[in-house]
C-alpha cells in the first residue's frame, strides 16, 4: 500500500520532470549554444592572458572564433533565429553580431567579453588594483568559470 501511495507523488513529478527536460531539449539549439560557447571561450581567453597562461588564452580564443563564426554564418542561413538568443546567450550579441563581415562583428563580440571579463579584475572598490593583484584575480576567476573545460 505504502509504494502506490509512493508512486502518487512519484510519478507526477517524473512527469513534470521529463516535460521540462524535452522543452530544455527543444529550446537547446545547437547554433544558440554556439554563441554561449563563443562569448564563455572569450572571456576566459582574456582572463588567461591576463594570468599569463598563453597556451590556454590561444587556444580559448581559437575555440571562441570557431564557435562565433559557426553561430554567425547559421544566423545568416537562417538556421538560428535571433529572437532564441536572449536567455541563451549574452542579449549583447546580438546587438553586436552585425556589421560588413563575420570578423568584424566576432572583433566587436571578442570586444566586448574582454571589457565583461575583466571589469572585476582591473578595478576593486573604485581603485585600480596592482599588476600582481590583477593577475591573481584573473587566475581565480579563471578556475571559479571553469574556464578549463570549455571547448575540451
Do not use: H
Amino acid at each position: 500500500m505504502r509504494k502506490i501511495e509512493a508512486l502518487k507523488f512519484i510519478l507526477p513529478a517524473l512527469a513534470a520532470l521529463m516535460f521540462a527536460t524535452s522543452a530544455l531539449a527543444e529550446r537547446a539549439n545547437p547554433y544558440i549554444v554556439m554563441a554561449q560557447s563563443a562569448w564563455s571561450a572569450f572571456q576566459c581567453s582574456v582572463l588567461a592572458e591576463k594570468a599569463n597562461n598563453m597556451a590556454e588564452q590561444k587556444r580559448l580564443f581559437d575555440y571562441g572564433y570557431a564557435q562565433g563564426k559557426k553561430f554567425i554564418a547559421a544566423l545568416e542561413a537562417g538556421m538560428a533565429k535571433k529572437e532564441d538568443v536572449p536567455g541563451a546567450a549574452p542579449f549583447s550579441m546580438l546587438l553586436l553580431v552585425r556589421g560588413p563581415t563575420p570578423d568584424f562583428a566576432l572583433g566587436r563580440i571578442f570586444e566586448a567579453a574582454l571589457r565583461a571579463a575583466l571589469e572585476d579584475v582591473f578595478a576593486a572598490s573604485d581603485a585600480y588594483t596592482s599588476e600582481g593583484i590583477q593577475q591573481s584575480t584573473a587566475t581565480r576567476e579563471f578556475w571559479k568559470r571553469n574556464c578549463s573545460l570549455i571547448g575540451s
